[in-house]
């Protein structure tokens, strides 16, 4: 179905959840929002490019909502409340349908988390969708990737890798010779890649009890390398006390850990904190009943060391890089 620009910018519109702090939403040359007094605005951005970000196939519905997840993923990792977001639509033409099923996924996250839609820019070119979300945190809580300290212990949520098993079954990762899974786990495995669950309410919980924070977009290795960067610290991680998902335990140890370690887009949270704050963490859970396992350690030197066993183990690649010559999505 054929649609114009501004018939295209009102279906949006129609389909928002209202805020008070909303001063002005859609429809003006910009937005005009109001930051409740006491707290820092949060502001993140990430763009999905398709075949890229997403295999070429995925279902509209599932690109509306992983659009907006990753954001709210960045704004979990700050410890930030979610607010508001604007969207970027760049379309290879004005499909009305699409968008309708684009919006579906958008506004269900978009719902589930108050988050309201004020704004964006609507074009037409390539698949390629950008969303900024805002957010708040009481000013200076947020949890930033500089905060790990020596002595702290490195926790993950929930359980990491399959985004990457997803990615192996559709042949756009490395997979071992015979992974195969049913039909229920390859449902199960592209829901993972495809619908990821920011950690929003573990995010906001953490605030006071841990110190830095990260989320799994790239890989678990290479997130964590990031958070070693920025603090001036070393990180030890022991795989074997990664949790993995139902999904993965017919995976050969091997691969699991390969997923696992350095597989992206799980969107999960990895966190450093004080051993005085054991207890309070390993108490949180996600409204689906996600937790935090203990994995690691911060100390004094640079880097990320990944032991299984006991023994070092080294991975030919820590983790997702654009440009780096990985296979995009298709
Ligand atoms: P301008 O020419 O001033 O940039 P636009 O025609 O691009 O105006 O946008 C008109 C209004 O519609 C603006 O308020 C803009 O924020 C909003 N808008 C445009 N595209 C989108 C979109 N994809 N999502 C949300 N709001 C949009
Ligand atoms: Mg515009």
């Known amino acids: ?3 114009g ?7 949006i519109r129609r389909r928002i959840i209202a805020r008070d702090d909303v001063v002005l939403g859609i429809g003006d040359d910009a937005a005009l929002l109001a930051v409740p007094p006491g707290m ?4 993140a951005m990430d763009t999905l490019n398709a075949g890229v970000h997403f295999p070429l196939d995925t279902r509209p519905a599932d690109i509306g909502w992983k659009a907006l997840a990753v954001n709210l993923s960045d704004l979990a990792a700050m410890g930030a409340t979610p ?16 968008l309708d099923a684009f919006l579906d996924g958008f506004g269900a996250l978009a719902s589930l988390h108050g988050v309201a839609l004020v704004g964006g ?7 390629s969708i950008s969303v900024t979300a805002h957010g708040f945190v009481a000013t200076g809580a947020a949890l930033r990737r500089d905060g790990a300290r020596i002595g702290h212990d490195v926790w993950i949520s929930g359980t990491p890798g399959d985004a990457a098993a997803a990615l192996a079954l559709l042949r756009h990762a490395p997979a071992p ?3 195969a899974a049913d039909a229920a786990a390859r449902e199960a495995l592209r829901a993972r890649l495809d619908r990821p669950q920011p950690r929003v309410g573990l995010g906001r919980a953490l605030g006071g009890i841990a110190h830095a924070a990260i989320d799994i977009s790239d890989g678990l290795l290479a997130d964590l390398g990031h958070v070693a960067r920025a603090s001036g610290v070393h990180i030890d991680v022991d795989l074997d006390a990664l949790p993995a998902s139902p999904h993965l335990a017919n995976v050969a140890r091997d691969w ?10 799980d969107y999960e949270l990895a966190i450093t904190a004080p051993a005085a704050a054991r207890a309070a963490i390993g108490a949180l859970t996600d409204d689906d009943g996600t937790r935090f396992t203990r994995i690691g350690r911060v100390a004094a030197g640079a880097g990320v060391v990944a032991r299984c066993d ?9 983790g997702y890089q654009h440009f780096a010559g990985a296979a995009p999505q298709r």
């Open 5 to 11: 620009e501004f018939d295209l910018i009102e279906r």
């Open 256 to 265: 699991r850990l390969r997923w696992q370690a350095t597989g992206g887009d």
């Open 310 to 318: 006991g023994e070092r183990i080294e991975f030919d690649r820590l």
């Open 121 to 127: 820019d609507t074009t037409r070119g390539p698949l």
């Open 177 to 179: 010779p015979a992974f």
């Open 40 to 43: 820092q605005l949060v502001v």
């Open 83 to 98: 607010a508001w977001c604007t969207l970027s639509l760049s379309l290879p033409a004005a499909d009305a349908d699409w």
């Open 1 to 3: 179905m054929g649609a």
